[in-house]
């Protein structure tokens, strides 16, 4: 499709954003049913945006739920609709089996909880979504898509933003290559984590839980963007460093700031950084002929805002979470990986180990091999 100036420009609904994406994100009806979730981990992501999207999901709904803490799990069969019986703790999971009511297991905890979660889903023979960062080394990763491809499920990983109507027109632009390949290209993505904060009570600032610091948590977001703008393709090498530590006893085994680079076989390059310091957030890449600007919101749950040489496109706000449940559960209906698929995330996945052998090796450069 060519991206003319009044196309791009025009006043968009966000259905009339998607039918101009390439790829397809309703399906005429996945089933007769709507899909059943069960949510594993109910902390803040589950609270805050997973459980409440349901709401506006058309083809998911929850039905269940696993948690360490009984009484919980009640409170949200009652609040949620579902039976008691739908209440795994995280060593029942594999019960599941036995429940129709549940078809996929949307894995929410700590990020090295991930593969042991995704691992007893798949035995539970139930399609899964796993958070971001998929998992915390290249090896979990291999394990969980093993895991699913014996079990014969789907895996996904919880990149909402590949479902978001903003940055679907971002990628809409690398695809159709109107502006050219985008070739320099910066990217930061922040927040100051809080100053009272331990490791004990923490786990994104305790390396065992985590993988990493900043650059797990929101680092990631950035690296997806890049390789957004690079049609998907993997950098050829990175090079990083860790930054300043301004409070080294909480950020005791991980780091609080790391910078790095991303060099790709077409000649592109991106700068990028990420902090547990700094709430600084931004995108912007070149190409020959534009460029793009995704202000200080990219990565936000809402207020996307795309510019571009050719203008300013504000999109209707959607629920990013809803959109990206009843995308996956649509692809999966028509036969398809969802395109936040275990492959994208592993790839991802080892960008990260990349850039830490990097930062740990004083910035030499480190080939990727996906
Ligand atoms: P959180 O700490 O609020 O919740 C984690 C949940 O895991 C809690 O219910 C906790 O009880 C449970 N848990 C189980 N075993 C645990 C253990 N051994 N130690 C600690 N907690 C344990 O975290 P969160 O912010 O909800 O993040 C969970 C996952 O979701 C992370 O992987 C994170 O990266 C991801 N996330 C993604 C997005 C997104 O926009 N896609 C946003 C926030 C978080």
């Not at 060519?2 to 390439?22: V, W």
């Not at 977001?221 to 393709?233: G, L, P, R, S």
Request: glycine letters at 8%; aromatic letters at 10%; proline letters at 5%.
């Amino acid at each position: 499709m060519k991206l003319n100036r009044r196309a791009f420009l025009g006043t968009l609904s966000t259905a009339a954003a998607a039918t101009l994406l390439p790829r397809r994100i309703w399906a005429e009806e996945p089933g007769q049913r709507k899909k059943g979730f069960a949510l594993v981990g109910l902390g803040n992501y589950s609270t805050t945006e997973l459980a409440p999207a349901f709401r506006h999901t058309k083809h998911c709904r929850l039905a269940g739920v696993v948690t360490g803490d009984p009484a919980k799990g009640r409170r949200w069969a009652r609040q949620y609709g579902f039976p008691e019986t739908s209440i795994y703790n995280y060593d029942t999971m594999e019960k599941m089996a036995d429940n129709p009511d549940i078809d996929v297991v949307y894995v929410v905890t700590p990020n090295a909880l991930h593969r042991r979660h995704v691992e007893a889903a798949a035995r539970a023979g139930k399609h899964v979504i796993t958070e971001k960062p998929m998992a915390t080394s290249v090896a979990d990763c291999d394990a969980m898509i093993a895991a699913c491809k014996k079990a014969g499920v789907h895996l996904a990983v919880g990149y909402r933003l590949h479902y978001d109507p903003c940055t679907m027109a971002l990628i809409q632009i690398a695809e159709d290559g109107h502006f050219g390949p985008f070739k320099s290209i910066r990217g930061a993505n922040g927040f100051r984590f809080p100053d009272d904060a331990t490791p004990q009570k923490y786990w994104r600032i305790n390396r065992k839980l985590s993988g990493g610091g900043p650059l797990m948590d929101m680092g990631v977001y950035v690296i997806q963007e890049v390789c957004m703008t690079k049609v998907e393709a993997a950098p050829a090498s990175v090079t990083a460093g860790f930054g300043e530590n301004s409070r080294p006893a909480m950020f005791n085994t991980v780091e609080e700031n790391i910078h790095w680079t991303m060099d790709f076989a077409d000649g592109a390059h991106a700068d990028c950084k990420t902090s547990y310091e700094n709430s600084e957030t931004y995108f912007h890449a070149t190409a020959p002929r534009g460029w793009i600007d995704m202000g200080s919101s990219p990565f936000f749950y809402r207020g996307q805002v795309l510019r571009t040489n050719l203008g300013e496109r504000r999109f209707h706000p959607v629920n990013q979470q809803a959109l990206q449940m009843d995308g996956m559960v649509t692809e999966w209906a028509d036969g398809l990986e969802a395109r936040a698929s275990g492959e994208m995330g592993r790839r991802d996945v080892i960008i990260l180990e990349a850039i830490y052998e990097s930062a740990r090796n004083g910035g030499k450069r480190v080939s990727v091999v996906v």
